[in-house]
């Protein structure tokens, strides 16, 4: 079965610290991880994939296949990050649909 | 482009009354995907079209919860009799069939209340 854990309900950090969302994952083979966001009053939409290997808005996260960890991190937070990140995975077969992570607010305090 | 609508953004219901949700997916968006939030929890998936078709019907919670996607357009997820626990946000999201670059887009989702 696939399963997708993100530890952390609320994490709350000040602008311009550094910021780490944990997110493990259990799947058996190669998934696809990807983060979600939702912003107040604002849809869920896709943050960042790991095959994109990109940053987006300043955060990065690495597939760590050792771990089984996807953790999105950014070096300083800004104040218009706080919102609600989800992390999300996907097998290359199979079921097609995303399992979801039960989510991680970020608040960014001034 | 419209992005994917869903209507009612919010509906309040009693139990064992009917509610009937409607998502319009962006067109030429062959994957269509329901999914479900209850109050702090994970976002679940429901069940997955392509185009007309169910694909994967098995996040379904039970036989109270059918969904139609009559013409491989807009979709339908009803409930019949609502339960109190069946209170939530239903999302929908749509994707193209595009190796490699599947990303799903969201709608807005449907809060459902039931007392």
């Known amino acids: 079965a696939q399963r997708v854990t993100q530890p952390e309900k609320l994490l709350s950090v000040f602008k311009g610290a550094p910021v780490e969302l944990k997110c493990n994952y259990s799947y058996s083979g190669s998934p696809e991880l990807f983060w979600y966001v939702q912003y107040s009053r604002q849809r869920l939409q896709l943050l960042l994939r790991h095959i994109s290997r990109e940053s987006i808005k300043g955060f990065t996260a690495d597939l760590n296949k050792g771990e089984t960890s996807f953790h999105l991190k950014k070096p300083f937070a800004q104040e218009e990050d706080s919102a609600m990140y989800y992390c999300?995975?996907?097998?290359?077969?199979?079921?097609?649909?995303?399992?979801f992570g039960s989510g991680t607010r970020l608040q960014v305090q001034p | 482009e419209a992005g994917v609508t869903q209507f009612p953004s919010h509906s309040v219901i009693e139990k064992g009354q009917t509610v009937t949700l409607r998502c319009d997916p962006i067109s030429g968006h062959d994957n269509l995907y329901w999914y479900r939030r209850v109050m702090g929890k994970e976002i679940k998936f429901l069940l997955h079209?392509?185009?007309?078709?169910?694909?994967?019907e098995s996040g379904m919670p039970n036989n109270r919860f059918l969904a139609e996607r009559t013409g491989g357009t807009y979709s339908t997820l009803k409930v019949q009799p609502a339960e109190l626990e069946d209170s939530g946000v239903y999302f929908c999201?749509?994707?193209?069939?595009?190796?490699?670059?599947?990303?799903?887009?969201f709608g807005a989702g449907s809060r459902l209340t039931v007392l």
């Open positions: 999300a995975l996907r097998g290359y077969t199979g079921r097609r649909a995303l399992t």
């Open positions: 999201a749509s994707s193209q069939e595009i190796p490699g670059a599947n990303v799903l887009t």
């Open positions: 079209f392509v185009k007309e078709s169910k694909q994967d």
